[in-house]
């Protein structure tokens, strides 16, 4: 009975605290590992960090994958080790997911999680924005919007994020922000490193992420910062550089709590999107070969959009399907 007292207490002081921006400057920004009930379901916290002299959560669903900030004071969190969690919530999508990455984590390239459930009638598409001076393929998202708006529904999509991208594109940044806010695509942002670094000098095996002198942590800890900083939300999932690792660089990433994306459609690379494939493209204006081969599978699926026998998935969505069996 005291013990529900104390919770309904801290949930009223969190309900008074929600006044504060949970995005103004960011300090203390961590990993820390609890698990917890938030909106009545299971949760694991995988970060904190204070704001305006505010304590503030970062948490994934076990079963939806969704990402929720939670001010201290919202919910109760209990400490866990990672590995812990892992064996507590081996069921669960989320963390039968992270295992699954763990499993194909061998190739040079392309290790992580490839593919969603091959059932579904469509793709999920990922986007990604590895640092560029050249602006946003803008035609991509206006194209979605296009074929799909009859559905009147927010178009999930993939967006993988370099920090450098990020802090050097501001106008094209706002106008995702405003497309998202609009409800006509729904952004579902992966962690693409802050620096993505590359040395064309180097061979693959010690380049990207494997090149010597790479700090791990900022460059998956900062990023978050920066997107956070920027109102932005980011999802648990996460794509290499170059799609390029090794299999302790997949656990070392995977004990952040992120999934690691790979994909089984590269369109410039000549591979197909057939149904349930994570489809990878690059709108940094650096790929004008994919674009143009997306554009084409718009138009080739034009009346089966129309049909509804094609569409975006929500890579949470997707992914929760495939390992909630
Ligand atoms: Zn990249």
Not at 115 to 127: C, F, P, Q, R
Not at 131 to 149: G, Q
Not at 162 to 189: C, P, R, Y
Not at 221 to 233: G, P
Request: net charge neutral; hydrophobic share 40%.
């Amino acid at each position: 009975m005291k013990r529900r007292f104390y919770l309904c207490l801290l949930l009223l002081l969190g309900l008074f605290q929600h006044g504060y921006s949970q995005f103004a400057a960011i300090d203390n920004y961590r990993k820390y590992f609890a698990v917890g009930k938030y909106n009545g379901a299971d949760v694991a916290i995988i970060r904190e960090y204070a704001s305006q002299k505010k304590q503030f959560f970062i948490a994934v669903g076990f079963d939806d994958l969704k990402t929720y900030v939670i001010p201290a004071g919202m919910i109760l969190p209990a400490p866990k080790d990672w590995d812990d969690i892992l064996a507590s919530y081996s069921s669960t999508p989320y963390v039968r997911a992270i295992n699954n990455a763990k499993k194909q984590s061998l190739p040079l390239q392309d290790a992580g999680i490839q593919h969603g459930d091959s059932k579904e009638k469509g793709i999920a598409l990922t986007i990604d924005l590895c640092p560029s001076h050249k602006a946003l393929d803008r035609v991509i998202f206006t194209s979605i919007v296009k074929e799909f708006h009859k559905f009147k529904q927010p178009e999930p999509i993939g967006i993988s994020i370099t920090g450098k991208f990020l802090h050097s594109h501001a106008q094209d940044i706002d106008w995702l922000k405003k497309m998202a806010n609009s409800g006509a695509i729904e952004i579902v942002w992966i962690n693409h490193t802050y620096n993505h670094n590359y040395d064309p000098k180097l061979p693959l095996a010690h380049n990207f992420l494997l090149e010597t002198g790479t700090n791990l942590d900022s460059e998956i800890l900062l990023l978050e910062k920066s997107l956070l900083e920027n109102e932005i939300v980011f999802s648990p999932f996460f794509r290499f550089p170059g799609l390029v690792s090794d299999s302790q660089l997949v656990d070392r990433v995977t004990d952040y709590g992120l999934i690691p994306i790979g994909s089984d459609a590269w369109l410039a690379k000549g591979q197909n999107a057939n149904n349930g494939d994570i489809v990878l493209i690059h709108g940094n204006g650096n790929e004008p070969i994919g674009v143009k081969d997306f554009l084409s599978l718009l138009k080739k699926q034009k009346d089966a959009i129309l049909n509804k026998q094609w569409l975006l998935y929500d890579l949470r969505e997707d992914i929760e399907q495939e390992f909630d069996k």
